[in-house]
């Protein structure tokens, strides 16, 4: 199984970008998709996933309304759209992947991940 994301990059606060993860040696279909970020010194913080067994997304309280996560089964990719950065958005962010149809925002739970690609806002 292998994870790859991409996208990252600086941007200025209120900017967007967007992240990819694209994965091989999975079945997308059977896995549930999470996007995670962690800044030095502090733990992994779950930001978003989608689930596996009818798209269902979660987001951290955070991130509502600012970040939409979306999943392409036929591509086998799940992008992260992030709008109106705040420089605490800062972090590297990583994808991972559990095979399970229910979403979670716990690192814990994920079996796989890649690895990650900074996103630094800042003016």
């Known amino acids: 199984v292998r994870l790859v994301e991409s996208g990252g990059g600086l941007v200025q606060p209120g900017g967007s970008l967007r992240l990819s993860c694209a994965a091989s040696?999975?079945?997308?279909?059977?896995?549930?998709i999470g996007w995670f970020r962690q800044v030095p010194g502090k733990e992994r913080e779950g930001v978003s996933c989608?689930?596996?067994?009818?798209?269902?997304?979660s987001y951290a309280d955070s991130v509502k309304g600012r970040f939409t996560i979306s999943g392409d089964n036929a591509k086998n990719t799940v992008d992260l759209q992030m709008n109106s950065l705040k420089p605490e958005d800062t972090a590297v962010y990583y994808c991972?992947?559990?095979?399970?149809?229910?979403?979670?925002?716990?690192?814990?739970?994920?079996?796989?991940w890649g690895q990650g690609t900074q996103v630094t806002v800042s003016s």
């Open positions: 991972a992947a559990v095979r399970s149809p229910e979403g979670s925002l716990n690192q814990g739970v994920y079996d796989y």
């Open positions: 989608i689930s596996s067994s009818d798209g269902s997304t």
């Open positions: 040696g999975i079945t997308f279909d059977d896995y549930t």
